[in-house]
């Protein structure tokens, strides 16, 4: 999730911001299309003003389901789930034994999320936890191991999260990151916001961390994927 609204139009959030409109529409227009629950998701945050831009961009939602169906899962993390935009794509590609543990502090926000999860059928694969994530990732089993993490939360709690979380990955275990580019702030020495820094120096621990690989990629407000090599 992140604080700036790029709208394209009244229910998609242009977070692609290095693209013009016209390339940005193409995109969406050949990406795979949300089904009824989605749209009409999308439809509820929109109206919820400013902080709807919290929500993840519709082609990100279809990037984490096809990650996500491809790793096929048993138990997976995220950590910021607002709305649930993120965690239904998720949830809807896990496999039948799969499980989503859900890190959140707003009872509110996720309460809109748990209605949703509900009418797509999917609340039984979901785990919602009101708690710092770091204490719920605290908490979880020494020998629980993470195949698949998605982290949109906080911007100062990324490299804590991110510690955490990489140590009980497993094999075939990745973490999604979203933000990473926090609409081209993190290029701009002018900006030395706490949150812009903190993206910064998030995005200098992953590259340097020699546990892991990653790629940065410019999907959305920009998303990186971590693997975990020893």
């Given at each position: 999730?992140?604080?700036?609204?790029?709208?394209s139009?009244?229910?998609?959030?242009h977070?692609?911001?290095?693209?013009d409109?016209?390339?940005?529409?193409y995109?969406?227009?050949?990406?795979?299309?949300?089904?009824e629950?989605?749209?009409?998701?999308?439809?509820t945050?929109?109206?919820?003003?400013?902080?709807?831009?919290m929500?993840?961009?519709?082609?990100?939602?279809?990037?984490?389901?096809?990650?996500?169906?491809?790793?096929?899962?048993?138990?997976?993390?995220?950590?910021g789930?607002f709305t649930?935009y993120s965690?239904?794509?998720?949830?809807?590609?896990?496999p039948p034994?799969?499980?989503?543990?859900c890190?959140?502090?707003?009872?509110?926000?996720?309460?809109?999320?748990?209605d949703?999860?509900?009418?797509?059928?999917?609340?039984e694969?979901?785990?919602?936890?009101?708690?710092p994530a770091?204490e719920?990732?605290?908490?979880?089993?020494?020998?629980?191991?993470i195949?698949?993490?998605?982290?949109d939360?906080?911007?100062?709690?990324?490299?804590?999260?991110?510690?955490?979380?990489?140590?009980?990955?497993?094999d075939?275990?990745?973490?999604?990151?979203?933000?990473?580019?926090?609409?081209?702030?993190?290029?701009d020495?002018?900006?030395?916001?706490e949150?812009t820094?903190?993206i910064r120096?998030?995005?200098?621990?992953?590259?340097?961390?020699d546990?892991?690989?990653?790629v940065m990629?410019s999907?959305g407000?920009g998303?990186?994927?971590?693997?975990?090599?020893?």
């Open positions: 999730m992140q604080n700036n609204s790029n709208i139009d009244g229910n998609t959030y977070r692609s911001f290095f693209l409109e016209k390339l940005f529409e995109i969406l227009g050949h990406t795979s299309q949300p089904d629950t989605q749209k009409s998701l999308i439809e945050t929109s109206r919820l003003g400013r902080v709807s831009a929500q993840v961009a519709q082609d990100q939602g279809v990037f984490l389901y096809m990650i996500v169906a491809a790793i096929r899962p048993e138990f997976a993390v995220e950590i789930t649930g965690s239904l794509a998720i949830a809807k590609a896990l034994n799969g499980k989503l543990l890190c959140d502090v707003s009872e509110e926000w996720t309460s809109v999320a748990s949703y999860w509900k009418k797509a059928g999917v609340a694969k979901i785990d919602l936890v009101i708690a770091k719920t990732l605290a908490n979880l089993p020494d020998d629980k191991k195949d698949f993490a998605f982290i939360a906080d911007k100062g709690g990324y490299k804590e999260y991110y510690e955490q979380i990489v140590p009980r990955l497993s075939h275990g990745l973490i999604a990151i979203d933000n990473v580019l926090w609409s081209g702030r993190v290029v020495p002018k900006i030395s916001d949150d820094v903190s120096n998030f995005n200098d621990h992953v590259y340097q961390d546990r892991v690989s990653s990629l999907v407000d998303l990186t994927l971590v693997k975990r090599t020893n």
